[in-house]
């Protein structure tokens, strides 16, 4: 059974720093791109980052040059370095698998990120 | 830059069946496959239509995508519908400039 957990959300004040983690288990890791989408509250889904296979990663404007992807597939787990982090980024970020035609199968159940002084 | 658009919200009644739409505001809908996730209150988004009109295992068969280039857009069908349908409803696409894009997403009631 495919699982995605993430941890390390919290809150952080504006201009700060936070990183994130997701867990996966129950599939082969190294093999799937993989990507961090963000909510709100009460709010739509926006797309972070992702990563591919082989390390290559992608941003929004929202959030490039402020969030680093990255990935340690010896211990199946994803990252997100967020920093200067603004009040806008207040959101659940969830962890998600691609799922190979440019869309996600699978995510995690998110960790809630709170931007505030 | 392409966007999705959705209908902010939509209701019916149970064992009807409804249409929300997905339309794309530049670039072609038959150029990147669109998928659709469900996202009832509090839980995390779940996948009922990926590559425009598949339903991964699990789905009921009363949710069926299609995609219309006359009118660049997609749209997810539910059919038979039951008070659990109820939920959130995103469409989410692709392109290289802009990447993964989704739409504003369709609040569903079912009353």
């Known amino acids: 059974e495919v699982q995605l957990v993430e941890s390390g959300g919290g809150l952080v004040q504006p201009g700060g720093s936070l990183r994130l983690s997701c867990a996966a288990s129950g599939f082969t890791f190294s093999s799937y791109d993989m990507h961090w989408v963000r909510q709100a509250t009460g709010k739509g889904l926006e797309w972070v980052s992702a990563?591919?296979?082989?390390?290559?990663?992608y941003y929004p404007g929202s959030v490039k040059g402020r969030f680093t992807i990255s990935r340690e597939n010896a211990k199946n787990s994803l990252y997100l370095q967020m920093n200067s982090l603004r009040a806008e980024d207040t959101a659940v970020y969830y962890c998600a698998r691609d799922n190979r035609v440019a869309g996600f199968d699978y995510w995690g159940q998110g960790t809630l990120v709170t931007v505030s002084s | 830059n392409f966007m999705l658009t959705q209908p902010h919200s939509v209701s019916e009644s149970p064992g009807k069946t409804v249409t929300i739409s997905c339309t794309r505001s530049?670039?072609?809908?038959?150029?990147?496959?669109v998928q659709w996730y469900q996202q009832r209150p509090g839980s995390s988004p779940t996948t009922v239509i990926y590559?425009?009109?598949?339903?991964p295992s699990g789905v009921p068969d009363r949710f069926s995508g299609s995609i219309d280039s006359s009118s660049n857009s997609a749209s997810l069908t539910i059919s038979g519908l039951k008070t659990e349908d109820e939920a959130d409803y995103y469409c989410?696409?692709?392109?290289?400039?802009?990447?993964?894009?989704f739409g504003g997403g369709t609040k569903l009631t079912v009353l």
């Open positions: 990563i591919g296979t082989a390390g290559d990663t």
């Open positions: 989410q696409s692709y392109d290289s400039s802009n990447f993964w894009v």
């Open positions: 530049s670039g072609s809908i038959a150029s990147n496959y």
């Open positions: 590559e425009d009109n598949q339903r």
